[in-house]
T-cell receptor, first 114, second 117 residues
C-alpha cells in the first residue's frame, strides 16, 4: 500500500473557525485528491491536484480551499467551518494518470463542526 | 456528465451464498476507468480492482469476480460463497480525464453487504 497519512485523525471544532487538514504521502505520487464521505453519498471529490501548485475543483468545492507547495503534502482548508462540513475526509494519491490510475487512500479524518 | 449508480443500498445474505453487487455508470468519454473499493467497519478504503474501458474481459480473483459490459454500462461484482468477513460497504467508482491532466473520480453511493453466519 502507498504510504499516505492524514492529520489530524479526529477533530472537533466550532462553527466559524478555520480548519486545516493535512495529507502526506511518501510515494512521490503526482496526483492527490480530497474527498468527503457522508451517509448516502458515497465519496465526493472536493479538490484535486495534478502537480505542485496545480489544483482544480471537484464536485463539492464550495467552502474549501487547497494548497500543494510540495509533492508530498496536500492541505485542505475550511476557511470558516460550518456544521454542514461535518464529515469524514479522505485523502488519496495516484502515481500517474491513465493506465496506472489506481487511487490509494489515507485512513480518513473525522471532523465534527459544532 | 459522469454518474455512478449503485441501486442496492443494503444486501443481506447468509454465509456461503453468492451475492452480486450492481454498478451502472454514465460517461461521455471513450477512455475511462472503473473501480471497486471495499470499506470494512474499520473505515479504511481497500482497493479491489481497476478496469479500463478497452478491456471487457471478465476477471476472477479467488471468490471475487467482475463482469464488465459496455453495452449496458455495467460493472457488476460477484462474491462467491460469501463469508462474514465480506461484510462491508462496497463502492463502485468511475474515473475519466478532467482535461487538466488529472482524472476525476466519481463514486457511487455504496452498497452495504451484511453476511450472516
Amino acid at each position: 500500500d502507498a504510504g499516505i497519512t492524514q492529520s489530524p485523525r479526529h477533530k472537533v471544532t466550532e462553527t466559524g473557525t478555520p480548519v486545516t487538514l493535512r495529507c502526506h504521502q511518501t510515494e512521490n505520487h503526482r496526483y492527490m485528491y480530497w474527498y468527503r464521505q457522508d451517509p448516502g453519498h458515497g465519496l465526493r471529490l472536493i479538490h484535486y491536484s495534478y502537480g505542485v501548485k496545480d489544483t482544480d475543483k471537484g464536485e463539492v468545492s464550495d467552502g474549501y480551499s487547497v494548497s500543494r507547495s510540495k509533492t508530498e503534502d496536500f492541505l485542505l482548508t475550511l476557511e470558516s467551518a460550518t456544521s454542514s462540513q461535518t464529515s469524514v475526509y479522505f485523502c488519496a494519491s495516484t502515481a500517474l494518470a491513465g493506465e496506472s490510475d489506481t487511487q490509494y487512500f489515507g485512513p480518513g479524518t473525522r471532523l465534527t463542526v459544532l | 456528465a459522469q454518474k455512478v449508480t449503485q441501486a442496492q443500498t443494503e444486501i443481506s445474505v447468509v454465509e456461503k451464498e453468492d451475492v452480486t453487487l450492481d454498478c451502472v455508470y454514465e460517461t461521455r468519454d471513450t477512455t475511462y476507468y472503473l473501480f471497486w473499493y471495499k470499506q470494512p467497519p474499520s473505515g479504511e478504503l481497500v482497493f479491489l480492482i481497476r478496469r479500463n474501458s478497452f478491456d471487457e474481459q471478465n476477471e476472477i480473483s479467488g471468490r471475487y469476480s467482475w463482469n464488465f459490459q459496455k453495452s449496458t454500462s455495467s460493472f457488476n461484482f460477484t462474491i462467491t460463497a460469501s463469508q462474514v468477513v465480506d461484510s462491508a460497504v462496497y463502492f463502485c467508482a468511475l474515473s475519466e480525464g478532467s482535461g487538466t491532466g488529472g482524472f476525476k473520480t466519481i463514486f457511487g453511493a455504496g452498497t452495504r453487504l451484511f453476511v450472516k453466519a
